[in-house]
């Protein structure tokens, strides 16, 4: 089981960045796959970026080149790092840990992009 905690949302103009953390309440080392998620009312969460234990990343095609995911195994946090921002990328944005059988989430934090 684990416990996450996101920081760092908040409002922004467009093209301006913001970089989302998101704590454990455990080793990450462990924990093979790990990402971030948004949602806006009305929709289902949709994946944003993951990252696997050996670094591997993936990104939904919207935010190729502009966000960066990245885990610090020694801080049990992992980051968003989330440049030239739209206001599209406007949401909630959730942290997620996959430990088998189960998935984990945090609580959420919101991101504004005013245009």
């Known amino acids: 089981q684990v416990q996450l905690g996101e920081s760092g949302g908040g409002l922004v103009q467009a093209g301006g960045s913001l970089r989302l953390s998101c704590a454990a309440s455990r080793s990450i080392f462990s924990i093979n796959n790990m990402g971030w998620y948004r949602q806006v009312p009305g929709k289902q969460r949709d994946l944003v970026a993951e990252?696997?234990?050996?670094?591997?990343?993936n990104y939904v095609d919207s935010v190729k080149g502009r966000f960066i995911i990245s885990r610090d195994n020694a801080k049990n946090t992992i980051y968003l790092q989330m440049n030239s921002l739209k206001p599209e990328d406007t949401a909630v944005y959730y942290c997620?840990?996959?430990?088998?059988?189960?998935?984990?989430w945090g609580q959420g934090t919101q991101v504004t992009v005013s245009s």
């Open positions: 997620s840990a996959y430990l088998y059988p189960n998935k984990y």
């Open positions: 990252i696997v234990s050996g670094g591997s990343t």
